[in-house]
């Protein structure tokens, strides 16, 4: 698996917007995508660090080039202060790393409905 975390900043007043953004992207059914998860910081909720995971790489690279991710980055950075600092890795461990494995291949819809 592979995936981004990154650290954003909403405009005071955005955060709701942010959030429906990410219900959004979930709702988009971007091929690959495995998880998507997005904290507030304690310290300052206008911070958020939002964590997306592909199956692999190469869906990263599919979506991160995609004309569609493209069009929601540019929506999402007009809720932001400033653009997001990203960290792209391999993901190597997640709590349900063997329920992701069991169901690779499948559909996102099909993973949700298990958890």
Known sequence: MYGTISRMRAKPGME???IQHLHDFEAAHVPGTVAV???RMDADPQEY????IFESREAYRANAESAE???RYRQMLSLLESEPEWHDGEVIYTLNQALFSAMKGSTVQSERSLL
């Open 69 to 71: 991710q493209d069009k």
């Open 16 to 18: 709701g917007q942010l």
């Open 49 to 52: 660090y939002v964590t997306v």
């Open 37 to 39: 998860s997005c904290s």
